[in-house]
C-alpha cells in the first residue's frame, strides 16, 4: 500500500508541473498588463518599465517560469504584485477560510445528496422518487449565486435573521458561534450543486445494482431488506467516492462567486482579485496548491476505494 | 459649612447629570464603510486603489503639507495648510518654492516630523538608490508630481521645491504626497511590507487592525496636531465589498453603516426604508476620447454632432435614478473652470442631424466602434450606459459597434492609445477626475500629453490648446488661472475631442444612525467628522 501511494504522489508531480505551465503560458497569453494594474493609467513609461525590470516581467517566458518554479521547489511562492505581501501567507490565511466552509458545505451536500439519491433509487417512479430527483435537479440547476442573493434578501434584509456578509461581527468581536451564523447561507448556496450532482449519482448507482442479479438471488434467499441495503449501498458506493471527492475539490478552489456574494474572505475571493489585478505569483500559487489539493484528493478517494472493495486490492 | 458643601455636591451632581447626555452628544461610535474595493488600500504611505485608496487610507492615516478643506460641500473644496503652516513662491525665481512646515507635529510612533522627514520621503518616492526608495510607491505618486524637479532642506523646518517650469500648479500636486515616519520604517526593519502592517504617519487615525481583504480598524489620533480635527467617532473601521448588492444587503442588515455607490435601482427602497442617500456635484466624468486621427472622428462636425445626439437626461433618469448630471463639457456648469462656451449640448438629434449632413454624411451611415469596459473604478454602469448611447447615435445615422473589454484590459489600452489591433478604432469609453489642472486638461488636452507620455489618447494637437494650459499653469493668480482654464474649456467644448456623456453625482447611502457626516464636491472626504449615535 505505501508502494502504491508512493508511486502515486510521484505521478503527481508531472501533473502539477502541466498544470502550472499551462497557467503560466495562459496569463502571458491574456490581455491585459500586470504593471498596468499596479500604478495610475499616465504613470511615467521609465518608472513602468523600471518596475517590469524589478519584477523580472521584462525576462523571456521561459526565463520567468523557471525562476518561479526554482523558488517554489524551495518553499517560496513568492510575493504578490499588488500587495507585495507573501502568497503564501496569503494562500493560507484564505484557503483556512475557504475550508471551514467547504467542509461545512460538503458535509451538508454528501449527507443530502445520498440520502435523497438514495430515497429516489429505493422508491423509483413513486412520487418520493420525483420529490427527490427534482430537488437534485433543481440543486444543480439553479445558479449559486442567485440563490446566495435569494437567501440574503429572505433570511438576513427581510427577517434579519442571519448577518448577509463577512465571516465575523463588522464589529469586530469574534466568537465561534458569530462564525456558524455567517457560515449558514454561504453554505447553503454552496452545497447546493454537489448535493444535486451526488443525489443522481446515488440514484444511477443504487438503481443499477439494485438491477443486478445477485440482489435477485439475496432477495430469493430470503434476506432482510437491511442486509441487502447494506450490500446495494457497499456496491454503489465506488463511483459515489470518486464524485464526492472531486466535488470537494472543487469546494476547496472555492467558488468565486458565492464568495463575492458574501464578502466571503476565501480563495475564491483571492482567486477573483488576482485575476483582475493580473498578480501572476498569486494565481500561479493559488492554483498550484489547489491543484495539489486536487492530486491528494484523488489518491485519497482511491485509497478508499480500495478500503471499501477487496478486487480494487488484488488488482 | 458641611451643609453648604453638601448643597453644592448635589448641585453639581445636578448639573452634570443633566448635561452628560449633551456633552456626550457630537461624538462616538464605530463607523463600519463598506468599500467598492475588493481590498484595503496600500497602507506605508502612498496609497493604491485610486481616490479610493487616498480617500479611506491616506488622507486618514497620513498629512500632505497641505489639504483639502473638506469641512463643506456648498462649494468646491479649497487647499489649506497642513504639515507646512504657509508657502510661497520665490518673486525672483518662479521656479522656487518654500515651504514652512508646521512644529510640534509627530508621527504616531511619537518620532518628531520635520525638514528631514520630508525630504526622507521625497527620496522614498523619487531617489532610486536611496535605502528607503519604493517602488510601489513611487509608481502610485509619480504622475501626480510631474512639475516637481527638486527637494532641499534649507533649515529644519523649510524645505525647497523647484519646478520644471513656472507652475502655480505645486500645491495641487503636493496634496497628494503623504509623509510616513522614518524612525517607524527604521523600527519596523527597514521594509515597506512590514511598514504597511504597522504604519505611522501624522493624520487624524492610527490603524490598530489590519486583515488583508476583510477589514482595516482605525481609531482616533488623540495627539493630532490639529485639534479640530480630531475624530469623532471612536473607531473606523473599513470593510472591502466589491459587490454592489453585498453592500447593499450589509447597509440594510445593520452589518455597516455607510456604503459607497449603492446600486442606483436600490436608491428609492433605501430612502423608503430611512436611509439617507446622499449625492453631490464631484470632479468626475464619463466620457468617449474620440480617435482623432482619422475619419469620422477627426471631423469637428460630426464630434459636435455626436454630442447633440445624446439623451443625457435619459440616462440619468431613466438608467441611473438621478444619480448623475448632465455632461456638456469636461467640467460640469458653475464650477470656476466651465467658462463660457458659445453652445450648450442639449439633446438635439435634429442639430445633430443637419451637422451630419454638413459634415458630408448625408443619409449615409457611418460605422465605428468604441472600447468599451465591463466594470471598472468610475465607470458607473458601462454596459447599459454604451447601449443607450449606441441607440442615441444611431438615430443620426452612426452605428457604433461596442468591444467590452475587461477593465485592466482597458486601462492598459488607454496608456498606449489606438495603435496595433486597436489603431482604428473610435473611441475609448474611461471615467476620468479632474480634481486639479493637472488631471482636468494637461494630461488630455496638451499636445506633449499624447502617449505614451500621459493620457491625450485623441491626440488633439491644438497649439491654442497649449498656449492656454501653459499660462494657465504660470499664472499665479488663482482668478486669472480660474479664466485662462475657463477659455481652455470653453475652446475644448466647441472642438468635442470628447464626447461627454455624465459625470457622477458621488452617491453614499448612510445609516440614519451616522451623524455630523458632509458630503463635499470631491473623491475625498474627512472622516473626522462623521460619527454613530448609540
Not at chain 1, 26 to 33: A, E, I, K, V
Not at chain 1, 47 to 55: D, F, P, S
Not at chain 2, 195 to 206: E, L, W
Not at chain 2, 348 to 367: F, S, T, V
Request: proline letters at 7%; charged letters at 20%.
Amino acid at each position: 500500500m505505501w508502494g502504491y501511494i508512493l508511486r502515486r504522489l510521484l505521478f503527481g508531480i508531472p501533473t502539477l508541473l502541466g498544470v502550472t505551465i499551462i497557467v503560466f503560458s495562459l496569463l502571458h497569453l491574456s490581455p491585459g498588463d500586470p504593471v498596468s494594474a499596479m500604478v495610475p493609467a499616465d504613470a511615467p513609461l521609465e518608472l513602468v518599465q523600471m518596475i517590469r525590470q524589478q519584477m523580472g516581467l521584462d525576462q523571456p517566458l521561459p526565463v520567468q517560469y523557471w525562476r518561479w518554479l526554482t523558488r517554489v521547489v524551495q518553499g517560496d511562492l513568492g510575493n504578490s504584485l499588488a500587495t507585495r505581501r507573501p502568497v503564501l501567507g496569503e494562500i493560507r490565511g484564505a484557503l483556512g477560510n475557504t475550508f471551514v466552509l467547504a467542509i461545512s458545505a460538503a458535509m451538508v451536500a454528501f449527507t443530502l445528496g445520498v440520502g435523497l439519491g438514495t430515497i429516489a433509487a429505493f422508491f423509483q417512479g413513486r412520487w418520493l422518487d420525483k420529490v427527490a430527483s427534482a430537488t437534485a435537479i433543481s440543486g444543480v440547476s439553479l445558479p449559486h449565486y442567485w440563490v446566495g442573493i435569494v437567501l440574503i434578501i429572505i433570511f438576513s434584509v427581510e427577517l434579519n435573521w442571519l448577518p448577509a456578509m463577512g465571516m465575523q461581527e463588522t464589529q469586530g468581536q469574534t466568537s465561534l458561534l458569530s462564525l456558524l451564523r455567517h457560515m449558514i447561507l454561504p453554505t447553503i448556496a454552496l452545497s447546493l450543486i454537489p448535493m444535486g450532482v451526488v443525489a443522481r449519482m446515488v440514484r444511477t448507482s443504487i438503481l443499477e445494482i439494485l438491477n443486478q442479479e445477485f440482489v435477485l438471488t439475496l432477495r430469493a434467499k430470503g434476506l432482510w431488506s437491511r442486509t441487502i441495503t447494506r450490500h446495494v449501498m457497499k456496491n454503489a458506493a465506488p463511483p459515489v467516492l470518486t464524485l464526492m471527492g472531486l466535488q470537494f475539490g472543487y469546494l476547496l478552489g472555492g467558488s468565486v462567486l458565492v464568495e463575492t456574494v458574501f464578502s466571503w474572505p476565501g480563495s475564491g475571493f483571492l482567486l477573483n482579485l488576482a485575476i483582475f489585478q493580473r498578480d501572476i505569483p498569486m494565481l500561479q500559487g493559488v492554483i498550484l496548491i489547489l491543484a495539489s489539493f486536487f492530486v491528494l484528493l484523488n489518491l485519497l478517494v482511491d485509497i478508499l476505494h480500495s478500503l471499501i472493495d477487496p478486487r480494487i486490492r488484488r488488482t | 459649612m458641611r451643609k453648604i458643601l453638601g448643597v453644592g455636591m448635589v448641585g453639581l451632581f445636578i448639573v452634570a447629570t443633566a448635561w452628560a447626555p449633551v456633552l456626550a452628544q457630537g461624538r462616538g461610535g464605530a463607523l463600519r464603510i463598506g468599500m467598492t474595493a475588493a481590498d484595503i488600500a496600500y497602507t506605508a504611505g502612498q496609497p493604491d486603489q485610486g481616490f479610493e485608496g487616498f480617500r479611506f487610507v491616506g488622507y486618514q492615516l497620513y498629512d500632505a503639507l497641505v489639504r483639502w478643506d473638506l469641512s463643506q460641500g456648498e462649494k468646491l473644496p479649497e487647499i489649506v495648510p497642513a504639515l507646512a503652516e504657509s508657502w510661497e513662491v520665490d518673486k525672483n525665481d518662479v521656479h522656487r518654492w518654500i515651504f514652512k512646515l508646521r512644529q510640534g507635529v509627530k508621527f504616531h510612533d511619537g518620532s518628531d516630523f520635520n525638514a528631514d522627514a520630508v525630504i526622507w520621503n521625497w527620496e522614498k518616492i523619487r531617489n532610486k538608490d536611496a535605502p528607503q526608495y519604493d517602488t510601489k510607491q513611487a509608481g502610485e505618486i509619480a504622475p501626480r508630481i510631474t512639475v516637481i524637479k527638486s527637494y532641499r532642506k534649507l533649515d529644519d523646518y523649510t524645505v525647497e521645491f523647484t519646478t520644471t517650469r513656472p507652475s502655480s500648479f505645486v500645491p495641487f500636486q503636493l496634496v497628494y504626497v503623504f509623509y510616513s515616519s522614518p524612525a517607524q520604517w527604521e523600527k519596523v526593519g527597514r521594509e515597506w511590507r512590514a511598514f504597511a502592517a504597522n504604519p505611522s504617519g501624522t493624520g487624524p487615525f492610527k490603524m490598530t487592525a489590519f486583515v488583508p481583504r476583510e477589514r482595516a480598524e482605525l481609531v482616533p489620533n488623540t495627539e493630532y496636531w490639529d485639534k479640530n480635527r480630531i475624530p469623532k467617532a471612536d473607531k473606523v473601521i473599513l470593510l472591502p465589498m466589491p459587490e454592489p448588492t453585498t453592500r447593499l444587503a450589509a447597509l440594510r442588515t445593520g452589518q455597516v453603516d455607510w456604503i459607497e455607490v449603492p446600486p442606483p435601482d436600490a436608491i428609492p427602497l433605501l430612502r423608503q426604508g430611512g436611509f439617507t442617500i446622499s449625492l453631490r456635484s464631484y470632479p468626475h466624468v464619463w466620457p468617449y476620447s474620440l480617435n482623432l486621427k482619422q475619419a469620422p472622428w477627426d471631423n469637428k462636425l460630426v464630434r459636435q454632432a455626436a454630442n447633440f445626439a445624446i439623451d443625457r437626461e435619459g440616462i440619468c433618469k431613466s438608467l441611473l435614478n438621478d444619480t448623475c448630471q448632465l455632461a456638456t463639457g469636461v467640467v460640469y456648469p458653475g464650477h470656476p473652470w466651465f467658462g463660457k462656451p458659445a453652445f450648450t449640448y442639449e439633446y438635439n438629434p435634429k442639430k445633430a442631424k443637419e451637422l451630419m449632413k454638413q459634415a458630408g454624411y448625408d443619409g449615409k451611415r457611418l460605422k465605428t466602434s468604441f472600447l468599451i469596459s465591463t466594470s471598472g473604478s468610475g465607470q458607473m454602469l458601462p454596459l447599459p450606459m454604451n447601449e443607450f448611447v449606441q441607440e442615441s447615435l444611431r438615430e443620426i445615422g452612426i452605428d457604433v459597434e461596442l468591444v467590452p473589454i475587461e477593465w485592466n484590459t482597458l486601462t492598459s489600452w488607454i496608456r498606449k492609445g489606438f495603435i496595433e489591433e486597436h489603431a482604428n478604432t473610435g473611441a475609448m469609453n474611461v471615467s476620468f477626475n479632474f480634481v486639479e489642472p493637472f488631471s482636468a486638461f494637461v494630461r488630455f488636452f496638451h499636445s506633449a500629453s499624447v502617449p505614451p507620455k500621459s493620457l491625450n489618447v485623441m491626440h488633439y494637437i491644438n497649439p491654442e490648446a497649449d498656449q492656454l494650459i501653459e499660462a494657465a499653469e504660470a499664472a499665479f493668480d488663482p482668478k486669472e488661472r480660474d479664466a485662462t482654464l475657463g477659455k481652455l474649456h470653453a475652446m475644448l467644448v466647441e472642438e468635442a475631442p470628447w464626447i461627454f456623456v455624465v459625470h457622477d453625482l458621488n452617491p453614499r447611502a448612510l445609516s440614519p444612525k451616522v451623524k455630523g457626516f458632509v458630503h463635499p464636491q470631491s473623491w475625498f472626504v474627512d472622516l473626522t467628522l462623521p460619527w454613530v449615535e448609540q
